[in-house]
């Protein structure tokens, strides 16, 4: 009966060890709801956060050659539609002529963060972009694209 209760003793020190043991921290993870890997138990943020393109975007900011290219679209629209294939429409309708301009292919993104995104038109053009700011409702990039510098900013609908 001692050993019972001296057993007893032990495991009640031990448990109260256990329980009194030191945190681990605050549970790290991706805090944007916006993104694909969010992490609701979060409790600060280790910028992990990934994000999809998939969705319908139009463009807020398109500067080529450091001039405004929205102008030369009716109502300054630029869009732009993902699918889950990695499918893409880039589209607009020209001011001057009235002609819907229509750019399709696919689109993949690559390198460290994920931060090269690379447009193959379905006429074997490919232009490749650095992507400078994401979030779940916005990207920014830049690039060459058929020998132009662009700036463009898309904001998903």
Do not use: H, R
Not at 5 to 14: D, G, H, R, T
Not at 50 to 72: D, I, M, R, T
Not at 81 to 94: A, F, H, P, R
């Amino acid at each position: 009966m001692k050993n019972i209760k001296k057993l007893f003793l032990l495991l009640s020190i031990i448990s109260v060890t256990i329980s009194c043991s030191k945190d681990d921290g605050p549970i790290k993870g991706c805090m944007d709801p916006l993104a694909a890997n969010y992490n609701s138990a979060a409790e600060e943020s280790d910028g992990s956060c990934q994000y999809s393109l998939v969705g319908n975007w139009y463009f807020s900011k398109y500067v080529v050659n450091s001039q405004n290219a929205l102008v030369l679209f009716k109502d300054g629209d630029v869009w732009l539609d993902v699918t889950s294939s990695n499918t893409y429409d880039l589209w607009g309708e020209l001011i001057s002529t009235g002609e819907f301009l229509s750019s399709k292919g696919t689109l993949a993104t690559s390198g460290a963060n994920k931060s090269t995104l690379t447009l193959s038109n379905n006429d074997g053009s490919v232009s490749t972009f650095t992507i400078t700011q994401i979030n779940g409702s916005s990207v920014s990039f830049n690039g060459t694209n058929y020998g132009d510098n662009e700036d463009i900013t898309i904001v998903k609908l």
